[in-house]
């Protein structure tokens, strides 16, 4: 499994001993936590006949965990999902992976482990023109587009852009790859539900034909989505929450940042 691991063959030793043994139970506790919201035309899984662009920094800035004490974990590896994807078999657009490989290594993200929170919850994406997309949708015939977002301790999911909203730049995106491709799979890799009223908006044409709720899978995080898009694994999850329209529709949001006692 491609896997990015930078240890001292001492270190390497001892993690093999104490991690590696139980990659199979985190990769596995992962899948079952991937939930299907929409599968329409059966755009899921992706086949050994599909060519799939993947836009999104998440495909290699995997979020695998969120923030505080949940975040300051120093895990010794982490599988991101495009490379894991790709070793399902899956063909993927590798001139869009190149260019993302590139955006990223400009646009760092500071991990989780050496800070108590993020210094914001989103990844700064890529922006994707209208001409641009088109010019990807000639190369595949399929496009799935992550979103991530790393909530947790100290760093609430505020009610705005990059928090639980979509950035400007996310929407942006969105609009043109729906333009150009005809069949488009979203991906929340996201510790905390997101804004998705905008989901079935007349302006995506009804072309966002699948909907998963990823979550941050750890270590093994990025294995396990590969295996569900990839159809090794049947996605099994179930909403631990309700997903509202609105944000007021919570009965506990007029007092959310308020202080004090929250009823």
Request: charged share 25%; net charge neutral; hydrophobic share 35%.
């Amino acid at each position: 499994n491609p896997l990015k691991v930078d240890l001292k063959s001492s270190e390497l030793s001892q993690a093999k001993q104490y991690l590696f043994k139980f990659a199979h139970y985190c990769r596995k506790s992962s899948e079952e936590s991937i939930i299907l919201l929409r599968n329409s035309d059966n755009i899921l899984p992706f086949t050994k006949d599909d060519t799939i662009s993947v836009f999104g920094t998440p495909q290699i800035q995997y979020v695998r965990t969120g923030t505080g004490s949940g975040g300051m974990v120093n895990s010794l590896y982490t599988t991101d999902i495009i490379h894991n994807l790709e070793s399902k078999g899956i063909k993927i657009n590798k001139q869009l992976l190149k260019i993302y490989e590139k955006w990223c290594q400009d646009h760092p993200v500071q991990e989780g482990y050496k800070a108590w929170a993020f210094d914001k919850p989103y990844h700064e994406d890529l922006p994707i023109s209208d001409s641009f997309a088109k010019s990807q949708s000639k190369k595949s015939n399929k496009a799935l587009y992550l979103i991530g977002r790393a909530f947790g301790e100290g760093k609430d999911a505020a009610e705005e852009p990059g928090g639980y909203y979509l950035t400007d730049q996310e929407k942006s995106n969105i609009k043109n790859i729906v333009d150009a491709f005809e069949n488009v799979v979203i991906g929340f890799d996201s510790t905390n539900i997101l804004d998705m009223s905008w989901i079935d908006d007349p302006i995506y044409k009804g072309r966002i034909k699948g909907i998963l709720l990823l979550w941050p899978g750890g270590i093994e995080g990025g294995q396990a989505v590969a295996n569900v898009l990839s159809g090794k694994v049947t996605p099994s999850g179930k909403l631990p929450d309700t997903i509202a329209k609105q944000v007021s529709f919570y009965p506990s949001s007029k007092n959310f940042g308020h202080g004090g006692d929250v009823f």
